[in-house]
């Protein structure tokens, strides 16, 4: 069982990214799927997550996503995705895909999420 997170990168304010989280050994699509980052000196914090296809698949975005990242799934590829616009400087982090079966309660904290892929870095120049 084996989640890889790729797709990061340099880019300039107001540039765009897709993140891509890959699964293999497991279906992901069974799965709630989140995204998380983590910037040097603070702490990791939930970005969005995209509920499994048995709970509807539902999406969700933290405030400082909403409108610029969407998340969304292939399940033929069995991989989700995580589509970044209008990127600033403050988006700079290691992003991190985890997947589990979060509930509503869950979807920002780890306690939600049994594996975790190993982080792609995201660097936004101002």
């Known amino acids: 069982v084996q989640l890889q997170a790729s797709g990061g990168g340099l880019v300039e304010a107001g540039g765009s990214l897709r993140l891509s989280c890959a699964a293999s050994g497991f279906t992901l699509a069974d799965y709630g799927i989140g995204w998380f980052r983590q910037a040097p000196g603070k702490e990791r914090e939930g970005v969005s997550c995209i509920r499994s296809r048995s709970s509807g698949g539902r999406t969700y975005y933290a405030d400082s996503a909403k409108g610029r990242f969407t998340i969304s799934r292939d399940n033929a590829k069995n991989t989700v995705y995580l589509h970044m616009n209008s990127l600033e400087p403050e988006d700079t982090a290691v992003y991190f895909c985890?997947?589990?079966?979060?509930?509503?309660?869950?979807?920002?904290?780890?306690?939600?999420?049994?594996?975790w892929g190993q982080g792609t870095q995201v660097t936004v120049s101002s």
């Open positions: 985890a997947a589990g079966s979060p509930i509503l309660s869950t979807i920002w904290s780890a306690s939600g999420y049994r594996y």
